[in-house]
């Protein structure tokens, strides 16, 4: 490890593990080799990564028996099909339960390859190497896996936490413009939550993060990635804080599915659920007009939409909302502002505020 990476520990217990962060660790053999429990190593990729980062990797793994799993890209293809088609792959090459799943690409690729490795002979391990600024600073960490059902988002999955996540910062001088900006809304997601300082960097730093400033984007990485650690040290499986990292979710998730996997991106769809969550905020009282607003002017500094795409069923949105999971014992919870960098689990609203805000948006 040089000393130029930072080390950031996800603290569980027998189960912690750390996130890697630095510049050319896609293609060190050390990168890997403290997760890796065997000389048995599938790699779960995608067609568009694999095209540019899977011969770095191989690389890197040499000495070890190497396998791929190269899946389509898109989120249209994040189904159990999918996933079983890893699974046949593990089968197929006599993989055995010291084996390593290796999960290389952005948030797609990682529930997919996540979900797999917790599946296959009850749980192997897992090295998350994301390729996405959302996944790098979101969807690699934690231990949530999973896939898509036409009724609702990552509705079938498990709870599986990596061994160690490797974060390569020089793979987001390969990601597009649209999907950077996606990632933009996770991270301004870890400012509103519970940390109203970052919220203030931000919106000082948005140009040199635009441009994809490495020393802007090392810092901003870290913090999520150090905000996402502590929540998931306090509460791993969602039973009270870590479900404020939902923040804009559920909205962004109904919108996703109403308007067809793929077509609006995550974070897209969270920055506009994130805009409606301001709105229901300010609607009820917990948060100020002109706090609104300043979150709707980060999100178009970061290139997101503020506002559901044209001719989308609202009337379908609220159902899709009704099915999801922060749905308990029939009531719908929601993750609300009462203020910048507070953020709050609430329940006790009419239902008729949230039907409002869908309609009006």
């Known amino acids: 490890m040089n000393r130029t990476d930072t080390v950031i520990k996800v603290e569980l217990g027998a189960r912690s593990y750390p996130i890697l962060l630095g510049s050319g660790l896609i293609s060190r053999g050390d990168s890997y080799a403290p997760f890796i429990r065997s ?21 890197a793994l040499k000495g070890y028996e190497i396998d791929t799993a190269v899946l389509p890209d898109g989120e249209r293809h994040k189904t159990l099909a999918s996933v079983t088609g890893i699974l046949d792959r593990l089968l197929q090459q006599r993989f055995h339960r010291d084996c390593t ?20 002979q009850r749980g192997v391990a897992l090295i998350q190497v994301p390729t996405t600024l959302l996944s790098q600073v979101d969807s690699s960490v934690g231990g949530k896996t999973g896939v898509n059902h036409p009724l609702g988002k990552n509705m079938i999955g498990a709870f599986h936490q990596p061994s160690g996540v490797v974060i ?37 730093n948005m140009d040199d993060l635009m441009a994809r400033d490495r020393t802007a984007l090392c810092s901003c990485i870290a913090r999520c990635c150090r905000n996402k650690a502590r929540l998931i040290a306090q509460d791993e499986r969602e039973y009270g804080r ?25 974070g897209e769809a969270v920055a506009i659920g994130m805009s409606m969550a301001a709105d229901m905020s300010s609607h009820l009282g917990l948060l100020t007009e002109g706090d609104a607003r300043r979150i709707r002017s980060l999100l178009r500094a970061a290139g997101l939409p503020v506002s559901p795409p044209q001719g989308l069923s609202r009337r379908q949105v609220m159902a899709l909302m009704q099915q999801d ?37």
């Open 325 to 361: 999971k922060k749905v308990h014992q029939g009531v719908l919870r929601l993750v609300l502002l009462q203020g910048i960098g507070e953020a709050c689990l609430d329940s006790g609203f009419e239902p008729g505020v949230v039907e409002q805000v869908v309609a009006c948006a």
């Open 242 to 266: 870590r479900a404020l990292l939902n923040l804009g979710h559920t909205f962004g998730h109904a919108i996703e599915a109403a308007a067809g996997y793929g077509n609006v991106l995550h």
């Open 39 to 59: 000389t048995q190593v599938m790699v779960v990729t995608n067609e568009t990564v694999a095209a540019l980062y899977l011969r770095k990797v191989k690389s």
């Open 168 to 204: 390569d910062i020089d793979t987001l001088t390969t990601l597009p413009g649209r999907e950077f900006s996606a990632g933009m809304a996770e991270v301004i997601k870890y400012a509103l939550i519970d940390d109203r300082e970052f919220f203030h960097w931000l919106w000082e």
């Open 101 to 120: 799943v290796l999960a290389l690409g952005g948030g797609v690729i990682g529930d997919m390859g996540g979900f797999a490795a917790a599946c296959y």
